[in-house]
């Protein structure tokens, strides 16, 4: 199919309507051309604006910038540039390090309901099923790149993906386009350059049709996807949960070995952590939901740990390491909520109720668990071990080590969601406070890791 302006209007046909629309123009050809067919209708358009991310990877960026500018102030297209800092240590390869900077560089500079377009097309859709057919992905990988997805609070567009790179350059060379070439992509030591220049032709020259055949096999996957993830949210619905980051074991066993394993990918994403390899999906199975009662296994891949206690499964970032021994706070303005790293202490003003105001003029220090430590709660007739509270509580071990304590002249005086201890208890008719803590450690930052792009 011929690209041009007309067959672009079509593919706009189901663009979500919004106040503004991005275009990623990186200055190759493929994004030179939406954008300048974008242009040609732009009066028909919300307000457009292209946007160029600067990796500074290479010696000539600052060129590839300049040209980009340019080109858009020929084409009366506002331009913004984006430089950011690619985090090349990260562990997940220099492209994929530079794909996440990119596209959280742009997520920063929408706002809401507005769209993003990127000139992915049936060419890099192809590529990207092949790819993931070699590394083993499953439905939601082989569906490769939706058409429309949501990104950050608002959309991601590629509504180049039913036309091929050829027609694209012929859109480019009829039009008298100018632009960059990045010698990168020659070089065939990235796998989907490889595939590119040395696979591909030999697929076409066999089966002239196989970009449209894997682009055909990912709308297929997409809709299985869908199915599954439809069946794994019936599923999740199904289940008594504490929190969204828990996942109880025997009704998720119950359901066998296939559901289960829908069930866990779709419960880990929903929670904006990475989905794990199937070994280590396989390892979840094996060693945490199998796991003895006793039993605290500890599973950890990227950015993301699983652990179990007693018949719940808890998804969270790793750990912080733990404060030094000696580590404490002052905290005598109650009214204002004590932030740490891992959670919130808050303190709600009441009548007769919690610790009393007398413990908070003598001066409260928040301490973590030393060990040892017995309350005797209001209300009760004995001293307990706070290790027997929290058992019986459900909390489980790694929370209790990073629970603060607050304490009144080196006497333990309050334990957070249980109360204050017998000699601190608000009085009748005196000002109390109810003390409250949450740990928040084990959340993900959502702000556009739950959404593909």
């Not at 079509?10 to 954008?35: E, F, K, Q």
Request: neutral net charge; contains cysteine.
């Amino acid at each position: 199919m011929e690209f041009s302006s007309v067959t672009l209007r079509i593919a706009l046909a189901t663009v979500p309507s919004a106040r503004r629309w991005w275009v990623a123009y990186s200055g190759g050809v493929d994004s030179h051309c939406l954008l300048h067919a974008l242009a040609s209708i732009a009066a028909e358009l919300p307000e457009l604006i292209a946007v160029h991310v600067d990796h500074g990877l290479n010696p000539e960026s600052e060129r590839w910038a300049q040209h980009c500018a340019s080109i858009c102030a020929g084409l009366r297209v506002p331009y913004r540039l984006l430089q950011v800092k690619v985090q090349s240590d990260s562990g997940e390869g220099l492209e994929a390090a530079a794909r996440t900077a990119r596209y959280a560089a742009l997520a920063r500079v929408m706002a809401f309901g507005e769209v993003l377009f990127t000139a992915h097309h049936l060419d890099d859709q192809a590529e990207t099923v092949l790819l993931q057919l070699l590394r083993g992905a499953g439905s939601r990988g082989l569906a490769a790149m939706p058409a429309l997805a949501a990104f950050h609070a608002g959309y991601l567009v590629r509504p180049l993906l039913n036309h091929s790179r050829a027609e694209l350059l012929a859109y480019a060379h009829a039009a008298g386009l100018a632009w960059v070439d990045d010698d990168d992509n020659l070089n065939q030591r990235h796998d989907r350059n490889y595939l590119r220049h040395q696979i591909f032709p030999l697929l076409q020259q066999r089966w002239p049709a196989a970009a449209l055949t894997f682009a055909r096999t990912a709308t297929h996957q997409a809709e299985a996807t869908s199915l599954l993830e439809s069946l794994a949210a019936q599923d999740i619905a199904q289940l008594t949960r504490p929190r969204s980051n828990t996942l109880p074991v025997a009704p998720m066993l119950g359901l066998g070995p296939a559901r289960a394993r829908n069930l866990l990918r779709f419960w880990i994403r929903d929670n904006g952590h990475a989905v794990p390899s199937t070994a280590i999906l396989e390892r979840v199975l094996a060693e945490a939901a199998m796991a003895r009662q006793d039993a605290t296994p500890l599973i950890s891949w990227t950015n993301s740990e699983l652990r179990r206690y007693r018949n719940l499964l808890y998804l969270m970032k790793p750990l912080p390491d733990l404060p030094l021994p000696d580590w404490e706070l002052e905290w005598n303005d109650l009214e204002t909520p004590l932030r740490l790293h891992w959670g919130i202490l808050t303190a709600q003003p009441l009548i007769g109720v919690g610790l009393s105001e007398l413990a908070r003029i003598q001066g409260i220090t928040v301490r973590l668990r030393q060990g040892g430590e017995r309350c005797r709660l209001a209300g009760t007739t004995h001293h307990r071990p706070l290790k027997d509270l929290w058992q019986a509580a459900g909390i489980p071990p790694w929370e209790r080590t990073r629970t603060p304590l607050l304490f009144v002249n080196g006497v333990l005086a309050a334990v957070p969601g249980f109360g204050p201890c017998h000699c601190f208890q608000a009085s009748a008719g005196e000002i109390g406070w109810k003390i409250e803590w949450q740990f928040t450690h084990g959340q993900i930052d959502q702000e556009y890791s739950r959404h593909r792009f």
